[in-house]
């Protein structure tokens, strides 16, 4: 190769070398902050509505329980105990040492009523579910270091009334913000595939939440 092209040959490999060693940095940065600081969940089922809609997209606070505990009304992604495959998100209600016990739907934190503007109850009190943990529950103490966990939709909610109290070692996090909404598509009967990809970018922009961008959680 003749000696005056070899500048050139240098600083293509030198522009390759920026780009390559550009995009390891990203990838290490976006690694350490969804890995330590701050990851995106979606929520998948009505478990917390009203305050949490299906199809809410959420950023989740990873490090903030370095430094501080749980506290009460805190809304938390975690590894289910029964699967730590998947990831559940719930509120704390009670914390450890508290005894906690409901009452025909009502929480009572040692024997006092808690106060939950945040509670939703799709259904009535049932009288048969007495037996079972629904609607009345306990009491129980909490543990130390661990958290009783309920979801907002307190008909609908596999929580620590059914599974027991949180390890603070299954804690992934403290939601505190939704991103994107996007309400799910709803069909009657199972769509033709080409049928399911044309409803989906019709349907698009009526399914956006817009009013839901940046709503902070609590």
């Known amino acids: 190769m003749p000696p005056e092209n070899k500048p050139n040959e240098i600083k293509k490999k030198s522009i390759v070398r920026e780009y390559a060693e550009a995009l390891i940095v990203a990838v290490v940065l976006a690694l350490v902050i969804r890995t330590f600081i701050v990851q995106a969940f979606k929520i998948p089922s009505g478990s917390m509505l009203e305050t949490l809609q299906i199809g809410d997209h959420i950023l989740v606070n990873k490090f903030i329980y370095y430094f501080t505990d749980p506290k009460r009304g805190d809304i938390i992604v975690f590894k289910y105990p029964e699967n730590p495959s998947r990831d559940f998100i719930k509120r704390v209600i009670g914390l450890p040492g508290e005894t906690l016990q409901v009452k025909d739907q009502v929480v009572y934190i040692n024997g006092q009523p808690l106060s939950e503007a945040y509670t939703c109850h799709e259904l ?29 939709n307190r008909d609908s909610s596999m929580d620590s009334r059914y599974w027991g109290a949180l390890k603070n070692d299954m804690i992934r996090g403290k939601a505190f913000v939704i991103y994107w909404s996007i309400a799910p598509v709803i069909y009657r009967s199972e769509p033709a595939l080409m049928e399911k990809i044309g409803g989906y970018f019709v349907k698009l922009p009526s399914r956006i939440r817009w009013q839901r961008f940046g709503k902070l959680i609590h």
């Open 124 to 152: 009535g009190i049932d009288p048969e579910l007495f037996i079972r943990p629904r609607d009345n529950f306990g009491p129980v103490t909490i543990p130390q270091n661990q958290y009783f966990m309920m979801g907002d």
